[in-house]
């Protein structure tokens, strides 16, 4: 009894962890807050009457993602996305004309970019340290905001420039969360059943649940960093200072998304070019027409402007989505929208926000938490994958990685080269 594994959460990384030790015929037990799995890769097929991925949906750097093996043993139907996809900015109501749009994205790509560039920057340093002044630093810093969910002033760009860049951008129309969802069918899980203290002092460690105490030999803990920090599910002993460290050095940025389901005859319906939407200097919102294919328009918020909206209250990000609609193909546009639906991932209390970003100088911290404690109390999660990290795809490579560790550690099996 006592040498089974418990994993925490059916997030990307617990099913990818669970599924690995299930093949290996490890006794697994997977305990899960929710009532579903998926966590931040869930997808909505009844708000908008289309499958809505309302958190991860783009399989990023498809070449060496594993999701996307996993998109094609499940048969799902792909579409290749346009990795350069941004093709006009708006500022307030005039769109850029041709040399605004080259200045802007030339500005965007010279910052992401910089680190690989820059000789003299301390080891590691804010994205901020290479934003460019006016006119466009002060709209690019958004971009930043859009991808990695912070500000640059809080986004180490040493971390940045480390997620891998491979071949395709995929997106499935059925939504990347119904590949999760399948791949957690049949998957010992036991919902609705939150985790709320790991005595790991002990052997065999006493996993404390909602419905119980339960027993492991070893425990892969999958929730997200922000919800470490936060204090809901305690350790005892204490964690020690380094991997403290290691997850305050990781918060959670924010992204939010804005789903509007349109006519099939609005221009909105099918595939368009990416606009982004500047209502201000301190506003963005990023618009994709036709998303996965689907008659529906997203909105994207993030960084700072994502917070401040969440924090306003229900329908603000909507507001703003609708704002930037209107002002890029005006007022009119309206009667082409049927019902909506808005994100709040940083209220969500298994999540508490989107993916990580390391603070400048703590890019080392993803290795840290990686590595945890005496391979017994295991730590895996979108956080922790050196090059894939605020993905789904790294999230269910490092649940891999945890298994694989504990496979070792327990001689069933030894880490392949
Ligand atoms: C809006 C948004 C857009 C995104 N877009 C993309 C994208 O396009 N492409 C991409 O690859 N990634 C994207 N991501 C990121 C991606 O979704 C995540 O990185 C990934 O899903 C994280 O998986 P995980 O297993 O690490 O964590 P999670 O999915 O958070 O899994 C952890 C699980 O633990 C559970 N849990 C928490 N606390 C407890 C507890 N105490 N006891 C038991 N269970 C608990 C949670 O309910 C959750 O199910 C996006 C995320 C968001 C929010």
Redesign the pocket.
Known sequence: MSRQVVI????????AAARRLLAERVNVHV????AI?????ITDTTSLGHPF????????SAAI?P?AELARQQGAEIIEDDPGALRAVVRGHARLNDDEFKAYVSAWRGLADSRAHATTATIDPAMDTFLPGEPWGPYIRHVVALLSGVDPAVCSAEDFSRFERAPGEWLLPEG?GSLLAAAADSLPIAFE????RIDYGSDPIQVH?RRGTIEAAAVIV???TA?LAAG??AFDPGLPASLRDAIDGLPLGL???VGIAVRADSPLAAPGPVLMHHASADEAVMIRPGFANQPVVCG?VGGSFADALERQGPGAATAACLESLRAVYGGAITRDLGPSVE?T?RSHP??L???SAALPGHSGARDVLAAGLDQRLLF????TDPTLF??????WR??IRAAEQYLAASGQRSIPA
């Open positions: 925490i959460g059916a997030g990307a990384a617990g099913i305990m899960e807050a929710e799995p998926g966590g931040r890769c991925d309302r958190g991860g949906s783009w399989i990023h993602n999701m990347q059943n939150p985790v709320h649940t999958t929730v997200s919800v809901t599910l992204l939010n998304k994207l994100t991932w298994w999540s926000g989107a993916y895996a999660g979108e956080a605020s993905s789904v795809g790294g999230a490092s649940g």
